[in-house]
């Protein structure tokens, strides 16, 4: 079974910033294309950021273009999200996902889940 396990979320005010962070096995995460999606209450869970499994390539949601950046370790087989000039509208779970497809074309191109960590943006 593959574990993906996130970590960084929390409570911050409108325009402060989070870091999320996305273990796993080396065994898996050397291989996989890997990106982060976010739900919020009510809400279909969508796509926020994809990066290639060499890292040369990464891929964002317009809406958090320019605020977000997707980075990854594959010495530590980590995966990461620096959040910057947050909103309240980026309230969500957010989900460390895998694949060996293109996430960005949907939440069913992801082979593997993280339980997901929930992050509070008040105004």
Do not use: H
């Given at each position: 079974q593959v574990q993906l396990v996130e970590?960084?979320?929390?409570?911050v005010q409108a325009g402060g910033s989070l870091r999320l962070s996305c273990?796993?096995?080396?065994?898996?995460?050397?291989?996989?294309?890997?990106?982060?999606?976010?739900q919020a209450p009510g809400k279909e869970r969508e796509f926020v950021a994809e990066i290639s499994w060499t890292g040369g390539n990464t891929y964002y949601a317009d809406s958090v273009k320019g605020r977000f950046t997707i980075d990854r370790d594959n010495a530590k087989s980590t995966l990461y999200l620096q959040?910057?000039?947050?909103?309240?509208?980026?309230?969500?779970?957010?989900?460390?996902?895998?694949?060996?497809?293109?996430?960005?074309?949907g939440y069913s191109r992801a082979s593997f889940w993280g339980q997901g960590t929930q992050v509070t943006v008040s105004s």
């Amino acid at each position: 079974q593959v574990q993906l396990v996130e970590s960084g979320g929390g409570l911050v005010q409108a325009g402060g910033s989070l870091r999320l962070s996305c273990a796993t096995s080396a065994r898996i995460f050397g291989n996989v294309v890997m990106g982060w999606f976010r739900q919020a209450p009510g809400k279909e869970r969508e796509f926020v950021a994809e990066i290639s499994w060499t890292g040369g390539n990464t891929y964002y949601a317009d809406s958090v273009k320019g605020r977000f950046t997707i980075d990854r370790d594959n010495a530590k087989s980590t995966l990461y999200l620096q959040m910057n000039s947050l909103k309240p509208e980026d309230t969500a779970v957010y989900y460390c996902a895998g694949g060996y497809t293109q996430l960005r074309l949907g939440y069913s191109r992801a082979s593997f889940w993280g339980q997901g960590t929930q992050v509070t943006v008040s105004s």
